[in-house]
């Protein structure tokens, strides 16, 4: 049975175009799926702390040498981790934040990209632990971000995202925008997206 794992990081919550855009995905792609599972993450609603100085020493610390404090400082991450891996698919919404992703976001990239769980290091390079997954990512923007637009070149929101989930080895990629929300293209750009996600939630 396909779980999926749904997770929201804006902090509007009503009025959020992303989350929208999201739950209107995930409601109709159920209509193909019944039996399908979907578990909420809201980093909004539930903020994931930064990392410290114990949680890093934690990270690069083999579980067997852990001391007491040490597996505290990592507890959440290994729960975050277990609940990513037992998902088979993922719903990503998130606004564009200074170019870039919201910091809960980022506070939980850095949680879930860890060695052995992950990623492994090998001889050969780095490796993507986390196979044969796929993900939606939808996105808000209230500026024009589309290609051969004036600021494509620094979007730093989906080419950052689509690298760190590479880089855990999600490469199935499906990347939804909605530009320019704070301006005349609001409306068009909405629908848009929501006819893509439409079209994508019949054949995901
Ligand atoms: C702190 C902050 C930073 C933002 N930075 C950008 C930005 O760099 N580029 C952009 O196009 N929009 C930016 N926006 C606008 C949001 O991306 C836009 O309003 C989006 O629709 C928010 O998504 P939501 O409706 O899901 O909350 C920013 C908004 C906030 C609150």
Redesign the pocket.
Known sequence: MTHVLHIDT???LD?????LLAREFLEQWKTNHPNATITHRDLARQPIPYINDTWVSAKFTSADQYTPELAAAIALSDELIDEFLSADRYVL????????I?AVLKSYIDYIVRPKRTFAATEAGFKGLVTNKKMVLVQ??????RPGSV?DAVNFQEPYLKTVFGFIGITDIEAIA?????THLREQELATAQTALQRLSATW
Not at 15 to 19: K, Q
Not at 178 to 182: F, I, R, S, T
């Open positions: 804006s902090p509007r009025r959020s175009h992303s989350r919404s998130t606004p564009m934040y200074n170019f870039g919201p808000t923007r209230g500026s024009d971000f600021y909605a530009n320019g929300l704070n």
